[in-house]
């Protein structure tokens, strides 16, 4: 919570007042778009070497 | 009986103003929403453009963009835009202040404006990211996509937009650069970045004889290219709304100062979208490249959509999108497959639009002592949006193939990305449908057996 009251208020966002909490989670939401990357990449190779077709998720 | 209570000039004056902010946010707010329109018609264009096997593949590629591109510009891309219009140095204040840690970027009572043009400004930046992947699809690889559209949507639009879309931007301030509708920013740099690309890369297997004939690979589904482009075509009207500054109580301006309106716009976007329509139409006759001309029109017009005469703007839209269909047959002879013609309707079309551009609107002033619009400017632009975006998108594709990351394996190609990597399929009655031999007259024309997925 970074205000106490909406009187005279400009930024409302959670942590607004704490720039270091916000970098910590922009340097999570990099962290978590850089696991998603290699995830993908991780799932190609998988997908490439496997001579079954992938099985349909339900 | 009520009271009635008299308001002062004060309270009547806070109240045009706050009518007026919120007047101007839900302007871009729907104007976001229709650009969302735009990633949606590309999604459809691409999946139908892609063989059966490759269909979702496409689709999860189209999708992907999107959930990269978004936080990308967030993380850095807003702050490029803000940062760079004096070129590649910084200013860091300005950087500071776009960052995602500060104020601004977040809920903020006091700033109804940055939110809404960080998004159209992230939609602008998924739209280069769909540019690209229509070029590339069924032989690009997942990942290798992904880094590309971040490079390209989070990164070199941005950029673009800094030296020729911003207000103070270099290009704008020193040659009188003038692309309101974002001509060479978004498509042209995003065109040319998709032809590297499409160098690196290959063309699909099948697609070229040894003699150096190209074959023909078909889309699955041309009626859902088609609504896609269609839908494409709605989604610019958010695009080009976005592409006007809304002044509270006062006449519109353009990114770069200068008074206009969306009559403006409404005239010129049709008109430019009815030229590329015929246009395409005499040179192919087929329903694909007549509505990829209408984005051409659109695309080529888009440097003047506030100066043009409605009657030019068709023509000149006609003409390019004439020719558009023709650059990607050039494409061909020099065995460079662009699968859905990504290079010639968005790089030919910004950079032939700006071209023209030149040469209509060259003498028309600009505002705040930049300098008036000119040939030359409008070349100088053109040659550094090709050059951001071609550059680039040549090194990073080189190295991604040189890596082994740029290509699926041929094995994965031929079998179809479906198959390969994507656990659902696309029409699952297919099998049942075509899985058989079929006959015509008492004789067999064909046998299609069709692999299926294991449940």
């Not at chain 2, 769909?130 to 699809?137: E, V």
């Amino acid at each position: 919570m970074s205000i106490s009251t909406f009187e005279g208020a400009g930024a409302v966002f959670t942590f607004a007042d704490k720039p270091a909490i916000l970098m910590v989670i922009t340097f999570f939401v990099a962290a978590v778009s850089l696991f998603a990357l290699v995830a993908t990449m991780i799932h190609e190779k998988h997908s490439y070497s496997d001579p079954q077709p992938k099985k349909l998720k339900h | 009986m009520e009271e009635q209570t008299t308001l002062t000039l004060e309270q009547l004056h806070t109240m045009i103003e706050m009518t007026n902010t919120l007047n101007m946010e839900i302007f871009y707010w729907w104007c976001t929403a229709l650009m969302i329109l735009i990633h949606a018609g590309f999604l459809s264009y691409e999946i139908g453009a892609s063989r059966l096997k490759n269909a979702l593949a496409a689709g999860v590629k189209n999708i992907l963009a999107f959930g990269f591109v978004v936080p990308s510009v967030f993380l850095c891309g807003w702050a490029i835009y803000n940062a760079f219009p004096d070129g590649l140095v910084p200013r860091m204040d300005a950087l500071m202040a776009a960052m995602p840690w500060s104020e601004s970027m977040g809920p903020n009572l006091k700033d109804n404006a940055t939110g809404i043009f960080w998004g159209a400004f992230a939609l602008f930046a998924a739209t280069t990211g769909s540019i690209l992947s229509g070029a590339i699809i069924e032989r690009a690889r997942m990942s290798a996509f992904i880094i590309l559209t971040i490079a390209l949507g989070g990164v070199l639009w941005l950029l673009a937009a800094s030296w020729g879309w911003h207000p103070e931007g270099w290009l704008t301030v020193q040659f009188g650069y003038h692309d309101v509708g974002a001509a060479g920013v978004v498509h042209q740099v995003a065109g040319f970045f998709a032809l590297a690309v499409v160098i690196n890369l290959g063309a699909r297997i099948g697609r070229f004889n040894p003699d150096g004939s190209a074959n023909q690979i078909v889309g699955h589904s041309m009626p859902m290219s088609v609504v896609g482009l269609m839908l494409i075509i709605v989604g610019f009207f958010g695009f080009l709304g976005g592409c006007i500054i809304y002044n509270s109580g006062a006449q519109w301006i353009n990114i770069y100062g200068q008074p206009t309106n969306l009559s403006a716009f409404a005239f010129n976007t049709l008109m430019g979208f009815a030229g590329g329509l015929i246009g395409a139409y005499l040179t192919t006759r087929e329903p694909f490249w007549m509505m990829s001309g209408g984005l051409v029109g659109i695309i080529s017009v888009a440097p003047g959509l506030d100066l043009y005469h409605p009657g030019l703007a068709y023509l000149i839209g006609m003409g390019v999108a004439a020719a558009a269909p023709l650059v990607n047959n050039l494409l061909l002879k020099f065995r460079l497959d662009d699968a859905v013609g990504a290079f010639a309707v968005h790089g030919f079309g910004g950079f032939a639009g700006l071209l023209i551009s030149g040469v209509f609107l060259s003498g028309y002033p600009n505002v705040n002592g930049m300098a008036e619009i000119s040939f030359t400017g409008q070349l100088i632009g053109a040659l550094v949006m090709g050059a951001l975006g071609f550059i680039p998108g040549y090194a990073i594709s080189y190295a991604l193939k040189k890596i082994g990351m740029l290509r699926v394996p041929a094995h994965a190609e031929e079998r179809g990305l479906d198959l390969t990597e994507v656990p659902a399929q696309a029409y699952p009655e297919w099998a049942a449908m075509y899985g058989h031999a079929s006959t015509v007259n008492g004789t067999e024309v064909t046998t299609l057996v069709v692999e299926t997925k294991p449940a």
